[in-house]
T-cell receptor, first 113, second 112 residues
């Protein structure tokens, strides 16, 4: 079975550029989550969707961050403009139902120079 | 606010040397406690879900247990391939829907 698929796996870009991270959840899952992982803060939830609708975006750090889920099989996390402090590993996860375990992709390692 | 504290931060074992990892949590009503394993360069891999105190789950050399304040991940006769970071997360009844709060993890190294 295909798991959660994220792209790109690595992204290096210069400060001020727009960055778009992509995620394809597991087919049939109705919840999608975006996380950020850093050494300092660990794994933090940024935003999550239920049936393509954003439910909780309280973890989104600033207005520079935005996320969309245009359909059940695709989501994007966009940073514009990017800053060096945005450097982290960004994970997408999906689950079938609210109480079910979340299954993670292998992440996008983002470096902002 | 839900809180999760994992200990120790790092643990080094010899192959075959059993031990336990601890996850202490504070939630206003526990909806579920989750254990994950994370290998370098990979996303967290789901291991177990525990829902109520007294519950236990097992998978190969791993056994997870739950009390009202903490969870333990017992590793019996570990092998080098068990080396990874183990993450604990809680989902509280009063937190937003499906939000998980993760601990900082325990980095386990098993030497041959």
């Amino acid at each position: 079975d295909a798991g959660v698929i994220q792209s790109p796996r690595h992204e290096v870009t210069e400060m001020g550029q727009e960055v778009t991270l992509r995620c394809k959840p597991i087919s049939g899952h109705d919840y999608l989550f975006w996380y950020r992982q850093t050494m300092m803060r660990g794994l933090e939830l940024l935003i999550y969707f239920n049936n393509n609708v954003p439910i909780d975006d309280s973890g989104m750090p600033e207005d520079r961050f935005s996320a969309k889920m245009p359909n059940a099989s695709f989501s994007t996390l966009k940073i514009q403009p990017s800053e060096p402090r945005d450097s982290a590993v960004y994970f997408c996860a999906s689950s079938l139902g609210r109480r079910q375990p979340q299954h993670f992709g292998d992440g996008t390692r983002l470096s902002i120079l | 606010e839900d809180q999760v504290t994992q200990s120790p931060e790092a643990l080094r074992l010899q192959e075959g040397e059993s031990s336990s990892l601890n996850c202490s949590y504070t939630v206003s009503g526990l909806r579920g406690l989750f254990w994950y394993r994370q290998d370098p360069g990979k996303g967290p891999e789901f291991l177990f879900t525990l829902y109520s105190a007294g519950e236990e789950k097992e998978k190969e050399r791993l056994k997870a247990t739950l009390t009202k304040k903490e969870s333990f991940l017992h590793i019996t006769a570990p092998k080098p391939e068990d080396s990874a970071t183990y993450l604990c997360a809680v989902q509280g009844l009063e937190t937003s829907g499906s939000r998980l709060t993760f601990g900082e993890g325990t980095q386990l190294t098993v030497n041959p």
